[in-house]
């Protein structure tokens, strides 16, 4: 019988992190704790988010480009509460993210200037996944990886390549590697709860009503037994993220 992946916990803390998202809020729910903690111990934590998230909302009403400037400011207050040191904003239009050339361009630039140890970002291969900005991104991201390694990939940068120790992907369909977050789901809620333009459509919240703190309290119960959940998987108890981890970078 054929062995499974072999499980691994807990990374030295990393000196600098590029967490990359297809929208605001996607890195608060697939590594918020994670990023909170290695701030906490001294990481330099940056966030890429390579859409406007201006889909973000039910409401046909809304206003798109009000809508993306809102997010900005969103992700700017969650980004705070997990103690990262910069937010950057690819700008790409919500539901039309690519995976092109030039995309692939522009996120090199950001891997080869932040110089991370430690990249995390959608896992592209989860199977049955809907939203293409997801598939999209973890493929671009993955691409833009090989791209900011190698010196023959966009030298017109100026910018020295860098290739990353490792990845850690997000919402991973084979999980083999986990962050114990004990300390920093907190924080983790506090971030997604920065982004109240979503607590609707995406949290299941109503800004106000009878029903809004019970509301506020599930959601806030979902990220929890999700947490308990991965800590369970890794064997040794407390709440944790789980993510793929690719070495051979």
Request: proline fraction near 6%; hydrophobic fraction near 45%.
């Amino acid at each position: 019988m054929m062995s499974g992946p072999e499980l691994t916990v807990d990374l030295p803390v990393p000196v600098r992190v590029l967490a990359i998202g297809a929208h605001p809020d996607d890195i608060e729910f697939g590594c918020g704790a994670t990023l909170a903690k290695w701030s906490a111990a001294g990481a330099e934590v940056h966030l890429l988010v390579l859409t406007d998230g201006a889909k973000g909302t039910w409401d046909p009403d809304a206003d798109p480009i009000a809508l993306a400037a809102a997010r900005v400011a969103e992700q700017a207050d969650a980004a705070a509460r997990l103690g990262a040191t910069a937010v950057h904003h690819a700008g790409y239009v919500d539901g039309e993210l690519e995976n092109g050339p030039d995309q692939r361009r522009a996120v090199s630039a950001v891997i080869r200037t932040t110089r991370p140890d430690v990249v995390l970002t959608h896992d592209p291969w989860k199977r049955y996944r809907l939203h293409p900005d997801h598939r999209n991104a973890g493929f671009l991201v993955l691409d833009a990886v090989v791209a900011a390694r190698d010196p023959h990939f966009f030298p017109e940068q100026g910018l020295a390549p860098h290739r990353p120790d490792r990845l850690l992907l997000f919402e991973a369909e084979d999980v083999d590697h986990y962050e114990h977050v004990g300390e920093t789901v907190a924080a983790k809620v506090d971030a997604l709860l920065a982004h109240r333009s979503q607590w609707r459509s995406t949290m299941g919240i109503e800004e106000s009503g009878p029903d809004a703190a019970a509301q506020r309290a599930t959601f806030v119960d979902r990220l929890e037994r999700e947490v308990d959940a991965f800590g369970a998987a890794a064997g040794d108890g407390g709440p944790a993220e789980g993510f793929k981890r690719i070495d051979d970078v």
